[in-house]
């Protein structure tokens, strides 16, 4: 969630967010995670599309959903960050740091 907090509105509106529902280790689902980002370019990817209140959530905060099954299948392409190369790298790395440190 520090990543997203770094974010202004514009970058916010630029960014695409995916997520898998399930978290492992963590206390909060991927929904959960989405609607506190404030990203509204968002997909959850999950095996459990078929849940009623899953679907409905996504649903009710905009969220698209992407079966964890057709993940492979799916093209996604992502257009090359325009920020100055040093600060992608900066931001990169602070999105990683978490993972490196073991906290995720």
């Known amino acids: 969630m520090d990543f997203f ?18 978290l492992l280790r963590q206390a909060k689902n991927g929904l959960q ?18 849940n009623p209140s899953i679907r409905d959530k996504a649903i009710e905060l905009g ?8 993940a492979s299948i799916v093209p996604i392409s992502v257009e090359q ?14 999105l990683l740091a978490p993972i490196f440190a073991g906290k995720i």
Do not use: C
């Open 63 to 70: 969220v698209k959903i992407l079966p964890k099954q057709m």
């Open 5 to 22: 907090s770094t974010l202004n509105p514009k970058d916010k509106n630029r960014v695409v967010f995916l997520s898998d529902y399930e």
């Open 81 to 94: 960050n325009r920020l100055p190369y040093e600060n992608r790298f900066a931001r990169f790395r602070s």
């Open 33 to 50: 995670i989405i609607e506190e980002s404030g990203i509204k370019n968002t997909t959850l990817a999950t095996s459990y599309y078929t």
